[in-house]
């Protein structure tokens, strides 16, 4: 080319400046079995564990099996466990490790293997059908909806959620307990429930759904003992345990124990 | 063949982003059965990552603002390629769009009335985009996702299947669209998971794929984004326009290396962040084309005013639009005034206090804090120019998104081409989703139930379709077997050491400031790599493996390369998207005039393995004239800037 884009250019030359060998150990397999495959491979200044995990792929192992989309943080597609905790790789910088540490990445640990580093997450979509979906005002037509921003930013919080699914991959109620699948839906889930619940126009009430009865009864909440696992690895920093299942503990106890408040909520058109 | 499965559906759509999901959502409250194939995990795609804002002229924050406005912008935006049906369709609809996502339960920010909160964007003259912080477009797929769901439930309790009228094949990939007499029949596929072979019987299939980004190094765009629909449109045998132009988003990150050219929002510009050079200069003030002098703020007093005041003040030259900040950039940069790591300073901490910063950008801090360590509420970022969206697109009806030639294939979102002209508003992008998704799905369900007799697919199709996917598994055998043709010789590729070439080639080569000279080496070196690229070669089996994705997707992303490096060739002007270096100016003879991009040879691949000719056949086309009332919609002096003497005259 006549002269370089400048822009585009940039200084390529200088992230090759701090480059090293890192030692890398990579899940390998699939439904069968597999295990751990060690690598040397280099790593340049700024680089996350996704960049190696292409950096192997381009070099070293051209069929490792691994899910991403975004490399921003935005999509939640490349979940993975490194150094046994779930994690985004696209949001992990190796400048977090020492440079002569190795560095484990394995699948996601809670869903079952499908090729190396991806697992099959259809246990998370089968949930997703379960909760009863927005419920719109009858009374309101398109356009007509008015809504104060101190009521939608409790919702708002949650529908950050890149559904990423490490809240699931974590919790302690189904890491390693298959035989609770069917019965709990997991914080993603029931965060979900809570963020309908709290939706300053959603009308389930009126249409005969009770959501907090449903978190109780039908989606396992009594199972969840309020640990934070779940808040501590979620990458958009969303406060699950506090802001979703507690409250929704409070109001599904509320309903089930305290008879003014379930008159109440059945009296009242919404019930916040 | 006979083990490939068939399914038969009414209508298939490609692609689960915001025209995918919107056009499904369609085709299936018309009744008609419907299927979603995705490249990703569904609530994956790339729309996930738009962050300002959806255009929609709601009129919430400015009463002023109407569709007629908006319309306005999006022409002056384009450079009056736009077609103007298309531009007009979506000014109209797009308030109803956003709307109808509420009672889906889209949560947007409020206003202090409690309506859609609206902001202030490049090139719109109101504040006009619909969001939620700068995470708008995971909020358009969520509650799309969420009504697809809705559906299902729906269809779960009157049929006792969640799948019966509307299903997503996730993980899945379309590698030709099939035709049996001039017409769609369906489609072929593989799953990721298992490397299995499918086929879809459908008469209508609506492409909802997307863009080409990952064909240029620097790029905002995931994976995904290899230009699929523009490839399968062209080898069915539907026309491409406007590949030349190409956006070159002005703020992607620079720094570190790994995340150079991810996505920096417009929203920081448009809440009142300020572009400067290493010498601390405003320098956008230097960059206001001639079109739009009178519509830009000359000092930074009146620019800063406008923030509060817009009736009275002119808006700042950051709120340009994208193609001219972005070659603002390269040129500070070029002229030595860049930043440390070849960007320029976008500064939004002198400019608001932290609190608000993390409230209306809450993702930019987070991304830069996490990637960059950068506190943007405590020093600027640095920024600079990355390939974000391609214009140019399968040629459409405005009205009902079918593609020109092809009976049953319709095509909306990115893949469309006409309706952003050669440069497309930000904003502009989620309310093209859902307007022209919902078009295509509307109509593609209209013509599958039009049909008294259906395509059958073609046996021949599908074994030809399966060979062609499965080549990149005996490469090296392909070379020897070929060898006396003299075509196909040597070992096998690497396809991501082709990848990295390709992307390579088309940043430096067809950029964002064009030459002659370099297009035309481009294109010689796009021949060399689709030569070798039929020698892309695998290891391992079929079962979820990436470098057989990848040279599949070589295909798609070097027949579309071709068309933008052709076409970047043929346009002997600058406009939009599209910059030359040696024909640096916007020229009113080539205003009206659309490239058409079509497979040389459709029948045959010969050409494909012949480095000396190229698979690309280029026409020009005049656009229709733009309808009365809409032009009058434009002072004369304006029209006069982009209407040639003889179309003023008209």
């Known amino acids: 080319m006549s002269e370089p884009q400048a822009v585009q250019d940039g200084k390529e030359q200088s992230g090759q400046a701090g480059a090293y060998q890192a030692h890398f150990r990579v899940w390998r397999g699939d439904a069968d079995g597999g295990e751990l495959a060690d690598f040397q491979v280099e790593v340049h200044e700024g680089e996350v564990v996704l960049d190696i995990i292409h950096r192997l792929q381009a070099t070293q192992t051209p069929d490792l099996a691994v899910r991403w989309n975004c490399k921003a943080g935005k999509c939640g597609s490349c979940s993975a466990e490194i150094n046994g905790r779930p994690r985004l790789m696209c949001m992990t910088r190796m400048s977090v490790f020492d440079r002569t540490e190795t560095i484990t990445v394995t699948p996601m640990r809670a869903f079952p293997v499908v090729r190396d580093l991806v697992t099959d997450v259809s246990f998370n979509y089968a949930k997703a059908r379960e909760i009863p979906s927005f419920v719109p005002p009858a009374e309101l037509a398109p356009g007509e909806y008015r809504m104060k921003q101190e009521d939608v930013g409790r919702s708002q919080e949650f529908r950050k959620c890149i559904e990423c699914f490490l809240c699931q991959d974590t919790c302690h109620v189904v890491r390693d307990h298959e035989e609770n699948k069917a019965a709990f839906a997991g914080p993603r889930f029931l965060m979900r429930i809570a963020e309908l619940d709290m939706h300053p126009l959603d009308a389930a009430p009126e249409s005969g759904i009770d959501r907090k009865g449903s978190a109780q009864d039908d989606h396992g909440l009594g199972y969840c003992n309020i640990t934070k696992c779940c808040t501590e690895v979620c990458p958009e920093n969303i406060k699950i345990t506090d802001n979703a299942l507690i409250p929704l503990k409070e109001r599904a106890a509320d309903r089930k124990y305290d008879p003014l408040v379930w008159l109440g909520n059945k009296i009242r058109r919404r019930t916040e | ?650």
């Open chain 2, 1 to 650: 063949m006979a083990h490939v499965d068939r399914q038969a559906w009414d209508v298939v759509v490609v692609g689960a982003g915001g025209a995918g999901l919107r056009a499904a959502i369609e085709a299936r409250e018309a009744g008609m059965r419907t299927a979603v194939i995705c490249k990703s995990l569904f609530g994956k795609a790339h729309t996930v990552m738009a962050e300002g804002g959806i255009a929609a002229s709601m009129g919430n924050a400015n009463e002023h603002d109407n569709w007629q406005v908006h319309f306005r912008d999006t022409l002056r935006g384009g450079k009056f390629l736009n077609h103007w049906r298309m531009a007009e369709l979506h000014a109209r609809e797009a308030p109803d769009r956003v709307w109808e996502l509420e009672t889906w339960g889209a949560l947007f920010d409020r206003t202090p009335d409690g309506r859609i909160s609206q902001r202030n964007f490049g090139g719109h003259e109101y504040p006009r985009l619909a969001h939620v912080g700068d995470r708008t477009g995971l909020e358009l797929i969520r509650t799309l996702q969420q009504k697809i769901v809705a559906l299902q439930q729906e269809d779960e309790r009157e049929f006792g299947a969640y799948d019966a009228r509307l299903k997503v094949f996730q993980e899945c990939t379309v590698t030709r669209v099939l035709k049996s007499d001039g017409r769609v029949s369906g489609t072929f596929c593989y799953e990721r998971e298992s490397g299995r072979f499918f086929v879809m019987e459908a008469p209508a299939v609506v492409l909802a794929t997307g863009g080409i980004g990952k064909s240029f190094k620097v790029t905002s765009n995931s994976w995904e984004y290899t230009g699929d629909g523009h490839a399968l449109a062209l080898l069915a045998g539907a026309p491409l326009i406007n590949m030349e132009f190409v956006q070159f988003h002005p703020t992607g990150m620079v720094w570190p290396p790994s995340v150079k050219g991810i996505l920096v929002t417009e929203s920081v510009r448009g809440d009142g962040g300020v572009l400067r050079n290493s010498e601390g200069k405003r320098f956008m003030f230097d960059y206001i084309p001639d079109v739009f002098k009178e519509k830009y703020a000359e000092s930074e007093d009146e620019g800063d005013r406008w923030y509060e005041d817009p009736e009275r003040n002119r808006r700042p030259p950051e709120l340009l639009p994208r193609d001219e900040v972005a070659r603002a950039i390269n040129a500070e940069v070029k002229a030595g005034r860049g930043s440390p790591h070849g960007g320029v300073y976008l500064d939004v901490s002198t400019r608001m206090p932290a609190e608000v910063i993390k409230r209306r950008l809450p993702s930019m801090h987070h991304q830069f804090k996490e990637l960059a360590d950068v506190d943007i509420t405590a020093e600027p970022m640095e920024v600079g120019p990355t390939c974000h969206y391609v214009m140019g697109g399968v040629d459409v009806d405005p009205d009902t998104a079918a593609a020109t030639g092809v009976p049953g294939l319709f095509a909306a979102g990115e893949v469309a081409g006409g309706m952003h002209g050669s440069n497309r508003l930000g904003g502009n992008s989620l309310s093209d989703l859902l307007v022209f998704g919902r078009r295509a799905g509307l109509h593609a369900a209209e013509y599958a139930a039009s049909l008294t007799d259906r395509p059958q697919a073609d046996p021949l199709q599908i074994d030809a379709a399966e060979a062609e996917a499965l080549r990149p598994f005996s490469a090296e055998e392909a070379g020897d077997a070929e060898e006396a043709a003299g075509r196909d010789r040597g070992p096998a590729e690497n396809p991501y050491t082709l990848h990295q070439e390709l992307q390579q080639a088309m940043n430096d080569l067809v950029g964002i400031i064009r030459r002659e000279g370099e297009m035309a080496e481009a294109l010689k070196r796009l021949a060399d790599l689709r030569v070798r690229a039929r020698r892309a070669g695998v290891e391992g089996h079929r079962q979820y493996n990436p470098g057989w994705h990848l040279s599949i997707d070589l295909r798609n992303m070097l027949l579309v390369s071709e068309c933008v490096a052709r076409a970047a060739l043929a346009r002997e002007e600058s406009r939009g998207g599209h910059t030359r270096d040696d024909h640096p100016a916007m020229d009113r003879s080539w205003r009206n005039i659309n490239l058409v991009c079509e497979l040389a040879d459709p029948q045959c691949d010969a050409r494909a393995a012949d480095p000396s000719l190229g698979q690309i056949r280029l026409s020009r086309r005049e656009t229709p004239p733009i309808r009365r009332d809409l032009l009058e919609l434009f002072e004369k002096d304006e029209l006069a800037k982009y209407l040639t003497d003889e179309e003023l005259s008209r």
